[in-house]
Structure formats: C-alpha cells, structure tokens
C-alpha cells in the first residue's frame, strides 16, 4: 500500500489479484486497482467510517483521479471513507489494450478474454476486494452510468454484500436489448442537435462546410489515419452532457485555415475526440454491456438505417443540417482507428456472440431488501429515462429521483448536491 496526502485528504493505493475467470478461482490471476480517499479530518478514525465504492461510468474507464475533495467526493467523505475502482482492464487494473491482448494469439482467445470485463465480472471482484478491505462488512456503492448498470447486477446477484446503493444516469432496461435502447437514443440524440442548431444556429452552415470538404476529398489525420464524415459526425457524444453542446461549438469556431482547408489544430482536437486510443475496452464491450443471451450483431449501425436524417450524404444533398451521432460504437471504427484496428477480428467475434450470460436477476430485485435510490435524468441521451422509471419500479423499495435539472453528468457537476439528495433518499429525510 502507498499512502499520500493531497488537499483535505489522505489517499491509499490498493492492489488486489482476482481471478480472470471467477468460475475457475485457481486459474489466471489479474490484478485489480483502487484507491482509497478519506477525509483529512477523519483519517484517524477511518476504521469506523462506512466504506462508499465508486463504480465509473463506461464501459472501459477507470475511475476518476482525485484532487483532494473536489465535486461529489466533498459530500461522500463527509459519511463515508471512499474507494475508487479501476474496473478490471482499465487504469491500473491489467489495463486491456491491443498490445496486452497480442501475446493471446488468435483473435478468438482475444475475445474469449475480453467477455470477462462485463458488469458481472466487475462485482465479483468487488465481492472479493470488500471481503479483503472490509472484514466481510456490508458497502454501499455509487454507481455512474455503466457504474449504475453494475449496481443493479450487484443487487441481482450478490446483495448481501450491499449497505445501500446510490445510482445516478444508471438504472439500465432489465431486458432490454442493445437495439431498444438505440431506437431511443438516436432520437434523442437528433433532438440535441437540434437544440444545438438552435442555440449556435452558424454552426449548421459551418458543419455542412466541413462534410462537403470531408466527402470530396481523402482527408488524413495527424495520426495517417482517414477522416471520414462518418467519423466527423461521432463526435457529438458530449452533447448529451451539461456543457457539451458549448464545448462542440467552440470547436467548430475556427476549423479552416486561410487557404481553405481543414487546420492542423482543428484535426488534432478531432483526433482526440475519435479515437478510442484511451478506452479500446470501451468500443469492443459497449454493445456487449447490453447483451443477455443474444448476440448484439453490431446494432448501432443497424438502428441507424432507421433514422435517415443521420445519413450525411442525404442532408447534404437537401440541404438540411448534418446531424452527430452520440454514445455509438460502429464497425467501421475498427478500420480507422489505429487503436482498434489489431481488435477487428475478435471485436466481430464478440458483436456475433449469442451465449452471454444474464446481468440481471428480476425476481431477486422484485424482492430486494437493499436500501437503494436512482437519479433519472428526464431528458438523458445515453440511459433512456423510459428504461430507468420502468427498472426503478421492478426493483423493490428504489426510490427513483426523476429531475430535468441535470443531465447525465449531474453527480459530477452538482458540488455533490446529488449525491447528497440520494443519500437523503435511502435514509427517509427527503
């Protein structure tokens, strides 16, 4: 263990081996990171605070890296000593990345060992980590985003290790398929742009500028890979976050130099934004965080053929703006990213895979005893509120919190004021 101090607090690093494969505990080991975070002021009695694990957002990121108690964490470690999991295969975790899959040879023992990252992986290792940090206590959990898929697993198949959980833009459809929750995110995600448009109304001339240029001409980026206006198009992920929309229009403020063409700065900021050189795990599993007993079949791209204003060449033709796609993974991703393009074959094999194992158990949440609460986020474009009020009723005792005041990323940007309604939920005062 490694402990340091930063403003407020005193941090510890643990390290944890858990089996790569939970059904055979004696087989491959691989390592699990988390780091501890407690409260300056309460560092000596720290044995007596209640243990609160953070489960990231994702698939494929690890947890955030603290600067003393800024955002959520100031409110939590007023209750709670904190733990900050690195999910298996991200951060320090035995971080999945083309290179460390490389020495497993064929592409099908690749995807063999990425179908062990899911949620149901992530709380079996949490089940091994709390008897180890916590004597065998019960935790609460805070679970964002994919981190909330991971709760609601936790409470279907091992409850018992649970004090509470705390869910914010997480309550995931229980049966819901992959291209369910496309149906409905694409159109959220046209209404955003539209919002968008409406809001920085230059921008539509601005883009339809850019995928003009993108679709006359081979345009490569700093990295030698291709821009595609395909690929322009995805960067509209943050739209669906609190300063997302401002965020894209200060990019698109400036994309051409003098002689007309598309700046080095503006390509660089570009690749940035699409490639998954950070969180490979997250394009190979993000379809695959849906699937229970079917295969996924790469539904992105099939649900898109739904929603023709997304198709580029098409708007462009009639003159109407072209629309971003938000949180979606596509095939042809794998062939322009660089980061990817060595997972082609095993990411085909796990978008094909029709055995995945269940996530969630209805008939133990209908009967759960856990005390548990859920921000939805009304107007969410990555967890369709429809599926989260509909899970927050199956789940006995949740008590859903439905607002429109943030988005989906409310917990981070709130200065813990909705972590602090959640934690003022479970215990009766709200």
């Known amino acids: 263990m490694n402990s340091y101090r930063q403003p407020g607090t005193i941090v510890t690093d643990h390290m944890f081996l858990v089996p790569l494969d939970h059904a055979d505990p004696d087989g491959a080991q691989i390592e699990v990171f988390a780091r501890e975070v407690v409260g300056a002021g309460k560092a000596g009695r720290a044995g007596d605070l209640p243990w609160l694990v953070y489960l990231q957002g994702g698939p494929g990121f690890a947890a955030q890296r603290p600067v003393g108690r800024e955002n959520w964490l100031d409110r939590a470690l007023k209750d709670y000593r904190v733990l900050l999991l690195d999910q298996r295969g991200t951060g320090r975790s035995s971080r999945i990345t083309a290179r460390s899959l490389a020495h497993l040879g064929s592409a099908r023992k690749q995807a063999d060992y990425l179908a ?9 290792d949490a089940e091994l980590i709390r008897r180890e940090l916590a004597g065998g206590d019960r935790w609460s959990v805070l679970g964002q985003s994919f981190g909330g898929f991971c709760a609601v697993t936790y409470l279907s198949f091992a409850p018992d290790g649970l004090r509470e959980a705390l869910i914010t833009g997480g309550l995931p459809g229980l049966g819901t398929r992959a291209e369910d929750v496309y149906r409905l995110t694409y159109r959220i995600c046209a209404q955003r742009n539209s919002a968008h448009y409406e809001r920085y109304p230059d921008d539509i001339e601005t883009v339809r500028r850019v995928a003009e240029y993108l679709a006359s001409r081979e345009v490569t980026m700093p990295g030698g890979e291709r821009l595609t206006v395909e690929a322009f198009q ?19 403020e400036n994309p051409f130099d003098d002689d007309g063409g598309l700046s080095d700065a503006f390509l660089w900021d570009l690749a940035g934004r699409i490639s998954f050189h950070g969180a490979p795990l997250y394009a190979v599993l993000h379809e695959a965080c849906y699937a229970q007993g079917a295969a996924t079949r790469w539904a992105a791209q099939r649900v898109r053929a739904e929603f023709p204003e997304f198709d580029a060449a098409a708007a462009l033709a009639a003159g109407a703006p072209v629309l971003f796609t938000g949180e979606m993974v596509y095939p042809w991703m794998t062939d322009l990213d660089p980061a990817l393009a060595p997972l082609r074959e095993a990411a085909e094999i796990l978008a094909n895979r029709d055995d995945w194992p269940p996530l969630y158990d209805p008939a133990r949440l209908a009967a759960n005893e856990v005390p548990a609460a859920a921000a939805v986020y009304f107007n969410d474009m990555y967890v369709p509120a429809a599926f989260s009020v509909a899970t927050a009723a199956a789940i006995r005792g949740l008590k859903p919190w439905v607002t429109s005041e943030y988005e989906h990323d409310g917990v981070r940007v709130s200065n813990g004021r909705v972590l602090d309604r959640l934690i003022a939920l479970n215990r009766g005062e709200a």
């Open 116 to 124: 062990h990252f899911r949620a149901d992986s992530i709380v079996l």
């Open 234 to 252: 995805a960067i509209g992920g943050p739209l669906g976050m609190s300063t997302g929309s401002h965020e894209l229009h200060y990019l698109l």
